[in-house]
C-alpha cells in the first residue's frame, strides 16, 4: 500500500514570495491533516479535513494561510506571503474513519526554508 | 486543554543498554495515548497506542509503554537499544485533535 505522498520535499524562498504544498493521502483515506513542525518543536495541526470539508483549522494562521481539498482527495496548502517563522516542516497525515480513534499516517514532509 | 510534556530533550544511551523516555501529559478524560518515532528527513511511524485495558502496551520493534494514570505519565521503555533507534521520538495525547510533545532526540553510542 502506497503511504502519504508530497511534494516538493524541499524549499527555499525568499520572505513575502508564494508557496504552495501538495499532498497525496493513502487511497480510502477520508481525513486529511496538515501539520507545522517548527525545528525543536513537536508537530503542530494547522487544519483538518474530513473529504472536502473543514473540520477543524483554529490554528491555522488565515491572514496568510489557506487550504483546500477539491474532490476529497488531493490537498494544496498555501502561503502568501511567507515570513521568516514559517521556516519549518510541513506534515500531512491521513487517516481512514473508523470508530472514535483514527490512526494518522504521516508523509514525509516539506522543508520550508525562507530567507 | 490537553498538553504533552516531554522532560529530556537529549538522551544518550550505549548500544545494548536500557532506555526510558518520559512522558507527562494534561488531559481532562481518560486520554487515547501514542509515541511516534521520527528519522531523520522522514515522516512521524507510530510505535504504539493506548486507548484502555491494560496499561503495558506493546509496540513495534521491542518498544513497550506504560501508562500510569496517577503519575499522568506514559513512559516509553526498551530493554536493549540497536543503534538503528536513534531518531527523534514523540509523545502525543488525544484522538483526531492530537497534542505532541516537543520531542525527545535519542543518540545511541557504539
Known amino acids: 500500500e502506497a503511504g502519504v505522498a508530497q511534494s516538493p520535499r524541499y524549499k527555499i524562498i525568499e520572505k513575502r514570495q508564494s508557496v504552495a504544498f501538495w499532498c497525496n493521502p493513502i487511497s480510502g483515506h477520508a481525513t486529511l491533516y496538515w501539520y507545522q513542525q517548527i525545528l525543536g518543536q513537536g508537530p503542530k495541526l494547522l487544519i483538518q479535513f474530513q473529504n472536502n470539508g473543514v473540520v477543524d483549522d483554529s490554528q491555522l494562521p488565515k491572514d496568510r494561510f489557506s487550504a483546500e481539498r477539491l474532490k476529497g482527495v488531493d490537498s494544496t496548502l498555501k502561503i502568501q506571503p511567507a515570513k521568516l517563522e514559517d521556516s519549518a516542516v510541513y506534515l500531512c497525515a491521513s487517516s481512514y474513519v473508523k470508530g472514535s480513534y483514527n490512526e494518522q499516517f504521516f508523509g514525509p514532509g516539506t522543508r520550508l526554508t525562507v530567507l | 486543554a490537553q498538553s504533552v510534556t516531554q522532560p529530556d530533550i537529549h538522551i544518550t544511551v550505549s548500544e545494548g543498554a536500557s532506555l526510558e523516555l518520559r512522558c507527562n501529559y494534561s488531559?481532562?478524560?481518560?486520554?487515547?495515548l501514542f509515541w511516534y518515532v521520527q528519522s531523520p528527513g522522514q515522516g512521524l511511524q507510530l510505535l504504539l497506542k493506548y486507548f484502555s485495558g491494560d496499561t503495558l502496551v506493546q509496540g513495534i520493534k521491542g518498544f513497550e509503554a506504560e501508562f500510569k494514570r496517577s503519575q499522568s505519565s506514559f513512559n516509553l521503555r526498551k530493554p536493549s537499544v540497536h543503534w538503528s533507534d536513534a531518531a527523534e521520538y514523540f509523545c502525543a495525547v488525544g484522538g483526531n485533535d492530537m497534542r505532541f510533545g516537543a520531542g525527545t532526540r535519542l543518540t545511541v553510542k557504539p
Open positions: 488531559y481532562g478524560a481518560t486520554p487515547y
